[in-house]
């Protein structure tokens, strides 16, 4: 059996991620639902309402839209990361210190990394497959001795 229907998930999944910034959508998306969940705290714990409270919840829906928005149309991530990173830091204003600072740092480091992907770089290689190519290149290369045994 060829592992069922999961051994045909995962790498599909795994191409979908690796073309778009999955890890800084992801990051932003979740500061701003960190952020939204802070605003439903107890009063005991809020530090502060926000101004005139429509901003507290304003601000981090739009980070939570534009993590989305970097997840499923990453064609235009430049702009979303720019808007995320705005936001993000507005919410230090808005919405309890931007969520206790979690999801104020959530955002902005979602949104640098964001910012920062390029759609056409190859993807890693990781540090074991570079050395099982590295020993497969070995075997493969004739020894030195040979060589110059043979060129004499």
Excluded at 1 to 16: E, H, L, N, T, V
Excluded at 83 to 110: D, I, K, P, Q, R
Excluded at 117 to 132: G, H, I, M, N, T
Aim: charged share 15%; proline share 6%; glycine share 14%.
């Amino acid at each position: 059996m060829s592992g069922g229907p999961r051994g045909k998930i995962r790498p599909a999944f795994r191409r979908w991620r690796a073309g778009r910034p999955f890890w800084g959508g992801l990051l932003l998306a979740l500061g701003g639902a960190e952020v939204l969940l802070t605003l439903k705290a107890s009063l005991d714990v809020i530090l502060h309402v926000g101004m005139q409270g429509l901003a507290g919840y304003l601000l981090p829906a739009v980070m939570l839209l534009c993590g989305v928005l970097i997840l499923f149309n990453p064609s235009q991530r430049l702009f979303y990361s720019v808007v995320g990173v705005l936001v993000s830091l507005g919410t230090w204003l808005t919405s309890n210190l931007g969520g206790f600072f979690v999801g104020l740092l959530l955002g902005v480091v979602g949104s640098c990394l964001t910012f920062g992907w390029l759609p056409d770089q190859e993807p890693r290689v990781s540090r074991r497959q570079r050395r099982k190519q590295a020993r497969a290149a070995k075997a493969m290369a004739p020894p030195l001795e040979q060589e110059a045994g043979h060129a004499a």
